[in-house]
């Protein structure tokens, strides 16, 4: 049975799962992409847990259970805002690791893709994974129209259904609208086009980079990323850019952490 923390990092949600029945052998910190919160990773998380790599699921300000933001601020809030979030968490919860213990992995989905590259410029992570991410600027823009500056982003339910999922039920899909947070225009404007630029040269860590055979949301192709930050690509039939709420996804867990298997020993 796993065992559920909820640590409050500066006002930021992080819940971790962990089974106490299986020897631990790392840590991986997961961030959402936009809208998103912690949940995102919710049927992931025991996968992990259950493989010896105890997930700490985060939401960024203004998602899930995380400090809420003024409207001017969040208005203005860019990916390296939540890159600094991220940072702050991992200085926190991993101030003084272990000898024993290697740093977390970081994972990041789509937005959150884009988030962990930049942190892992400068921090060393043991590991990057990026789902479905939205890649470096050096890609190019992925959409030419920006949203307006004035007010936060929500997407309508047919739309999400389209760019997000190839298997979801209706009654799933009632669920996650209801869990979604409107996003900072600035954020997505930055995401798409292709103002946030990564150096390659600075990721000093294995890079897996899985993502669906097509994916219909605004990010660029899963194997021109990984071929630009040398990472190992993984397509997932059948599934969409949100993989990780979809049954056809659930696999992908599994080859994520039987790969991170192939990083360390046993035993640890």
């Known amino acids: 049975m796993l065992e559920w923390t909820d640590h409050d990092v500066d006002g930021l949600l992080v819940r971790e ?56 601020e969040f208005l203005a809030y860019t990916p390296g805002d939540y890159a600094a979030e991220v940072r702050t968490v ?17 994972l990041g989905h789509s937005m959150g893709g884009l ?17 479905s991410t939205v890649g470096p600027g050096q890609l190019g823009p992925t959409r030419v129209e920006g949203f307006p500056a004035d007010r936060p ?18 009654e799933d899909l009632d669920h996650l609208m209801g869990r979604l947070t409107p996003e900072s225009p600035a954020v997505l404007n930055r995401l798409r086009n292709g103002t946030v630029t ?8 294995p890079v897996l980079a899985v993502g669906p055979e097509n994916d219909r949301a605004p990010v660029h192709d899963i194997r021109t990323v990984a071929k630009l ?14 993989m990780m709420l979809e ?22």
């Open 17 to 72: 799962a962990r089974d106490p029945t299986v020897t631990e052998r790392g840590r991986v910190l997961m961030v959402p992409g936009a809208m998103h919160g912690w949940w995102a990773y919710e049927r992931w998380m025991p996968v992990f847990a259950e493989a010896g790599w105890t997930p700490l699921a985060m939401s960024l300000s203004n998602h899930t259970g995380s400090r809420s933001l003024p409207d001017a």
């Open 90 to 106: 991992l200085l926190t919860l991993f101030p003084d690791l272990d000898p024993d213990l290697r740093p977390p992995v970081l």
């Open 115 to 131: 988030v962990t590259q930049l942190v892992a410029e400068a921090y060393v992570p043991y590991a990057l994974v990026l789902v």
């Open 153 to 170: 982003v929500a997407y309508g339910r047919e739309e999400i259904q389209e760019m997000w999922f190839r298997h979801i039920s209706e």
């Open 198 to 205: 990564i150096d390659p040269s600075t990721i000093r860590c």
């Open 229 to 242: 930050l040398g990472a190992t690509p993984v397509l997932v039939p059948n599934t969409g850019h949100d």
């Open 247 to 268: 049954l056809p996804g659930l696999p992908a867990a599994s080859t994520i952490t039987a790969w991170l298997n192939t990083l360390t020993p046993a035993g640890i």
